[in-house]
């Protein structure tokens, strides 16, 4: 199941939003502005970024020291959607679509890396599959990965920074180290529990934000083609 919520915080950054918005259904507005002649110049000038929020965020927030009372992904991950990202001024979400992984695409977005497509080994995939956890039943880590990328759907935001530098801003968003102790007040990741699992992620390159803004829009296609 997929679902699309389009953000018209950013009319000044993509007047595209306004005009569509009135035509269009949620997941159309989507389609429209990923497939837009403007986006591949956008992704190149790096005012735009790929940002996702894996599943299990319930189960990794604290939702105390966010000052919230939810209890379910959903609610947590609009509450940082429209509340908590949306008053960032340099970086804010044009939209974001809820998608339910499978195998198939897991493999896809996890099994390239966009800056090295020829070297499969150089991929997430290929070093999660190496990294014994269990050496008894010989579990890797891309086991517990898949796991948890499977068990609910992750929320994927794409990210605008009108005046550049959409990458470096959404990370610094996040948090640059995946240690809940060593991150900052106003960092994503400092609203972690624990270091157990990390539920961000954000695009590292410009191949990437093509790569994955390419999947997003596939997903998309898919969606309004049923």
Not at 112 to 127: A, E, F, G, H, I
């Given at each position: 199941?997929?679902?699309?919520?389009?953000?018209?915080?950013?009319?000044?950054?993509?007047?595209?939003?306004?005009?569509?918005?009135?035509?269009?259904?949620?997941?159309?507005?989507?389609?429209?502005?990923?497939?837009?002649?403007?986006?591949?110049m956008l992704i190149h000038e790096d005012k735009?970024?790929?940002?996702?929020?894996?599943?299990?965020?319930?189960?990794?927030?604290d939702t105390q020291k966010a000052g919230?009372?939810?209890?379910?992904?959903?609610?947590?991950?609009?509450?940082?959607?429209?509340?908590?990202?949306?008053k960032n001024d340099q970086?804010?979400?044009?939209?974001?679509?809820?998608?339910?992984?499978?195998?198939?695409?897991?493999?896809?977005?996890?099994?390239?890396?966009?800056?090295?497509?020829?070297?499969?080994?150089?991929?997430?995939?290929?070093?999660?599959?190496n990294i014994i956890i269990d050496q008894q039943s010989g579990r890797?880590?891309?086991?517990?990965?898949?796991?948890?990328?499977?068990?609910?759907?992750?929320?994927?935001l794409i990210m605008g920074a009108k005046n550049g530098q959409a990458r470096e801003l959404w990370r610094k968003e996040i948090g640059?180290?995946?240690d809940v102790n060593k991150s900052q007040p106003g960092e994503l990741r400092n609203l972690a529990i624990s270091n157990k699992c990390n539920v961000w992620h954000g695009s590292s390159s410009e191949n990437a934000v093509l790569y994955e803004l390419g999947i997003v829009a596939d997903q998309v296609a898919k969606m309004i083609a049923i």
């Open positions: 199941m997929m679902m699309a919520h389009v953000h018209l915080l950013v009319r000044a950054f993509y007047p595209l939003v306004v005009r569509f918005v009135c035509e269009l259904r949620p997941l159309e507005i989507a389609r429209a502005i990923l497939n837009s002649p403007e986006m591949a735009i970024t790929v940002g996702m929020i894996k599943p299990g965020l319930k189960d990794h927030f919230i009372s939810f209890s379910t992904d959903k609610d947590i991950t609009s509450y940082l959607v429209d509340d908590l990202l949306s970086i804010r979400p044009l939209f974001s679509v809820t998608i339910q992984f499978d195998d198939q695409m897991l493999e896809e977005f996890y099994g390239v890396d966009p800056d090295n497509k020829q070297d499969l080994k150089s991929s997430p995939m290929y070093r999660m599959k890797t880590q891309w086991d517990s990965f898949r796991e948890m990328m499977l068990m609910g759907p992750s929320t994927f640059p180290s995946w």
